[in-house]
């Protein structure tokens, strides 16, 4: 057989798979450029072929093309997420591996396999998909195993009382889920309305919340219903202490107004934080406090009950075999093992956005393995696992292994507050000065 009618039936192969195939050459430029990648991408092969990646495609700031990073290392890379855009400016987000071609063990090019996840993307963030989220029932939450038995029954009596509840949980415990349920099961007849505190800044918070001239704030609109503030002691001081008259007395008074407005609403405050440290800290207004624990409830972390993980893993795969038209059944012993071994600081919410993540790079494999897992999620275990252990390798001296437990930790702490430089500081206790002195030392920058 003749090279010509080899090379035609490799091009006709190539063209009739499902998957996204991009080769490039030791240059950059592309080679390789299949029928299924100019569908993903919304591209003519004669604006890729012959060209550099660079000429062609736009990437975020920091981040580049991974088929020129795997030509520089020489290492593949499995199932990466990217974004990136093309010559037109369309945003295109794809799944792929990526892979060195070798020649005489050196790299003449790469080639990448692609997984075209845009059309999930926007499916993922249509109305459709949001309106699941939203009723919340004990139901539900009993099935899905979500909390321990001890909280769901503790959630159920103050179900039934009228009097403020304050839940303190970690990021990620799904207090907003819980207080759903309580609200949906209780005689209240009104809508359920959150708010995340987080959110709020400057003169906008007040307006939001008490209401301006011919504006009703929130604590109006949720009148008849139950309101939930999620991270209350992010407030401002004189705030928390403008809502907690209105919450006792059940009226409001708006900006601009002098006349006074009743409301009657079941409030719910939720701290991902110790409440005490952040009365301490002055944070958290102490009254305020008091008031909304006349009836409390505490979500322990994830990493407290570990031995719930197995459950959690098969409520959220059923819940995205639903939602993903899927057949995955179970995880493997070396995913459960790496699942309990992980501590979790993202809580349940982390759990269940590793198994939504995973199930998006799967096509008809019915155990999740290891290799399915997203590529950030094995990093970090991996990282963890040799910061800690460090295996194989020498012991260091004290200062020097001192320097790397501060640079990792400050890191993590970074990592669990999104880069948010004000809240690390806080949370590591130290003044924002100070953790920017130590970024600059240490070279830290965003991952």
Known sequence: ??????????????????????????????????????????????????????????????????????????????????TYFNNK?????????????????????????????????????????????????????????????????????????????????????????ISQSIHYHSSVQGKFYSQNCTELTGAFIEKLLFGEKELAGILEMADGGTLLLEEIHLLPLDIQSTLLSSLKNQRVRRLGEKEERSFHVRIIGSISDDPIKTIAEGKLLKDLYYFLSQSSIVIPPLRDRKNDIPELVNSFIKKYNDRFQMNVNTISKKVLNEFIEFDWPGNIKELEHVIESTMKLMKDEEMIEIHHLPTNFTHKTAEENEFLFQKDREIKPLEEYLQEAETYYIQKALQFHDYNITKTASALHMSRQNLQYRLRKHGIVKK
């Open 89 to 177: 400016g369309m945003e295109i987000n794809t799944v792929h591996s990526t892979y060195p071609i070798k020649k005489d063990n050196v790299t003449i090019g790469a080639v990448e396999i692609v997984r075209d996840v845009t059309k999930l993307e926007r499916i993922l963030g249509s109305k459709l998909l949001k309106n699941e989220f939203g009723a919340y029932t004990f139901d539900q939450l009993e099935f899905n195993k979500w909390f321990p038995k001890e909280v769901i029954q503790i959630a159920k009596l103050a179900s039934s009382m009228s009097s403020p509840l304050f839940i303190i949980g970690e990021h990620g415990t799904y207090k907003n889920i």
């Open 1 to 82: 057989m003749d090279n010509e009618t080899l090379l035609t039936i490799y091009k006709n192969v190539i063209d009739y798979l499902d998957v996204g195939v991009h080769a490039i050459d030791q240059d950059g430029k592309t080679v390789i450029y299949n029928n299924k990648m100019m569908e993903i991408e919304g591209m003519d092969i004669e604006d890729v072929l012959d060209k550099n990646i660079l000429d062609v495609f736009q990437f975020f700031q920091g981040e580049g093309s991974i088929l020129l990073q795997i030509l520089k290392s020489g290492e593949p890379i499995f199932n990466n997420k990217q």
